[in-house]
């Protein structure tokens, strides 16, 4: 059997803990998997009918989510704007809001670039869902922009 080399994808560079805040999350989808944002950090949520008036708005500034954490290029059917910045996440599904419990940090095991995407983790509804750390996902030139992905 040939074995496969696997090469990361991406480079961690190291990020000081963020304590979440108390309130609410809103619960989204992406590449099967759910994940939570703050909701005081999303400026508005839009619909897979709007992809073009974002296209045109935002250009390089769509992302899709799925595809940037390595599920593979998701289905866009709603797109979460975060703010400041207006820097769009594409998601398969947004599901809800609910109020946000403690966030626990990272496991040691966590150790790649995935230290840059998310805050920490929230037991939520008897499953572990990842709480995007919104600081990296505004800022630009990320390493796979949604080319080609049918943004």
């Known amino acids: 059997?040939?074995?496969?080399?696997?090469?990361?994808?991406?480079?961690?560079?190291?990020?000081?803990?963020?304590?979440?805040?108390?309130?609410?999350?809103?619960?989204?989808?992406?590449?099967?998997?759910r994940f939570a944002v703050e909701a005081n950090q999303v400026e508005e949520i839009r619909d897979r009918e709007d992809r073009t008036a974002l296209r045109r708005a935002l250009g390089p500034e769509l992302v899709d989510f799925a595809l940037q954490v390595g599920l593979g290029a998701g289905t866009l059917e709603r797109f979460v704007i975060l703010k400041p910045g207006g820097r769009a996440l594409g998601v398969t599904k947004v599901e809800r809001m609910a109020s946000l419990p403690r966030a626990v940090p990272l496991p040691a095991m966590f150790c790649g670039a995935e230290r840059q995407w998310y805050r920490g983790l929230l037991l939520l509804d008897d499953d572990?869902?990842?709480?995007?750390?919104?600081?990296?996902?505004?800022?630009?030139?990320?390493?796979?922009?949604?080319?080609?992905?049918?943004?």
């Open 1 to 33: 059997m040939t074995e496969i080399l696997r090469q990361a994808m991406f480079v961690a560079r190291p990020v000081k803990a963020v304590a979440a805040t108390a309130g609410p999350v809103i619960l989204f989808t992406a590449g099967g998997a």
């Open 128 to 151: 572990v869902v990842p709480l995007v750390r919104t600081e990296y996902w505004r800022q630009s030139g990320l390493l796979a922009k949604s080319n080609g992905s049918g943004v």
